[in-house]
């Protein structure tokens, strides 16, 4: 098979890995390597922005989509009928060098099904890495995607070479990953994290190597089994603080071809896994907690407005507060104003009392804000009974040329 056909495979099936991204990565360019690669180019020739600016593109694979495992909800399972392929080591190294040269790519993210052994298949997208990295001085952005239940000594080399590395927890439910997954193991997956962990740790201290500078992430499929939010969140809770995660990334389930039973018949909600996104924002930078951020009694986000919104609505008790006089944790719970904008507004009131109009400069979500907050020249009305229909985004019909 040729190396074009190879990729036309191999590269849809890495679509549904929805864990790619290069924030957090440390700065690299070909003077300081001596080689070619770089994670910081400019405008022009990429094609996604990072959480802190940079845009980049990574060259999105997985070494082989043969699989000795039959997880239910992957189009790459050991029983479904699709079209498979495998590249070699030296392929994975050229095509990366060859997309770089050519400006369409500023790294590499590589994923795998597993053959033969988890260790073999961990082995040869190391051995990718390695050669990135020693072979060509490839300084560009690598992110490798670890078979949970390689080595340590796997693990470590992977750490060594790659700028992230991730272990996919799949679902967030123990008792429905051993159903709909039933060669994978929830600790066997919470083993390898906790060994990137400890790697991760280790190179904190003077003089140790670099390990996975970037962090480790994973990812969840939300809708594919009966996990609420409220299950999903706490189990990103736990994660975050047991093994230091960088990011939970949230994929909204689809059905897949000649799928089994267990499975839903409809695609999850597209909206559901990004009010999802926004509420693992609200856990990781505003301080709120898992159980807290779901307020519905079916455990469920409400899809129509944010679930910042969502959640001062619920607790009406704890507004207005005063933009002059509350502290940082108080106007972190404020809908409509950002972690940006809140200390922007810290540092603003030590010289002046601040006004609506203030608040309005600092901010784009002053709307939001207004029935929550209490400025030197607001002050909003009793209790609306409608705010909800006010703050909430009226329908709108999409335009193919906006």
């Not at 969140?233 to 939970?248: D, M, P, T």
């Not at 969502?310 to 005063?322: I, K, M, S």
């Not at 006004?355 to 929550?372: H, I, M, N, Q």
């Amino acid at each position: 098979m040729q190396v074009r056909e190879k990729l036309r495979i191999l590269a849809d099936a890495a679509k549904y890995d929805a864990s790619c991204a290069s924030s957090g990565g440390p700065k690299r360019d070909s003077l300081g390597t001596g080689g070619i690669g770089s994670t910081d180019k400019g405008m022009g020739i990429c094609h996604a922005y990072t959480p802190d600016g940079r845009c980049v593109s990574l060259l999105k694979i997985l070494l082989t989509n043969q699989c000795l495992y039959d997880c239910a909800y992957c189009i790459n399972r050991r029983s479904s009928n699709v079209p498979r392929a495998k590249f070699t080591v030296e392929e994975v190294v050229q095509l990366t060098l060859d997309f770089y040269k050519r400006n369409y790519i500023e790294g590499l993210f590589l994923s795998s099904g597993i053959v033969k052994s988890h260790d073999e298949t961990m082995e040869e997208m190391t051995r990718v890495a390695r050669s990135l990295r020693d072979g060509h001085k490839f300084g560009g952005y690598i992110h490798l995607k670890l078979i949970a239940g390689a080595s340590p000594e796997l693990i470590a080399a992977a750490g060594a070479y790659a700028d992230r590395v991730s272990v996919n927890v799949e679902l967030p439910r123990e008792d429905t990953l051993a159903q709909l997954a039933p060669e994978k193991r929830s600790d066997i997956i919470r083993g390898s994290m906790a060994r990137v962990r400890l790697g991760i740790d280790e190179a904190s201290e003077k003089n140790a190597p670099a390990f996975a500078p970037a962090g480790q992430s994973t990812q969840m499929i939300v809708g594919a089994d009966g996990a609420d939010d409220r299950d999903i969140l706490a189990a990103s809770a736990q994660l975050y603080s047991g093994y230091r995660l960088r990011r939970v990334y949230y994929s909204a389930f689809s059905p897949i071809p000649d799928s089994t039973a267990r499975l839903p018949l409809h695609p999850a909600p597209l909206m559901r896994e990004h009010r999802l996104y926004q509420a693992d924002w609200m856990m990781r930078f505003y301080g709120f907690e898992a159980r807290e951020i779901v307020t519905g009694a079916d455990g469920l986000l409400d899809l129509a407005i944010d679930p910042k919104l969502a959640w001062a609505l619920a607790h009406r008790d704890a507004f207005p507060v005063d933009v002059n006089t509350a502290d940082r944790e108080l106007l972190l719970r404020v809908p409509g104003l950002g972690v940006k904008s809140i200390d922007q507004i810290i540092m603003a009131r030590r010289y002046r009392t601040l006004g609506l109009d203030d608040v309005a400069r600092l901010t784009r979500g002053v709307e939001k804000c207004r029935p929550f907050l209490i400025a030197r020249d607001w002050r909003p009305l009793a209790d609306d009974e409608n705010l909800r229909a006010k703050l909430a985004p009226e329908p709108a019909q999409m335009d193919l040329f906006v």
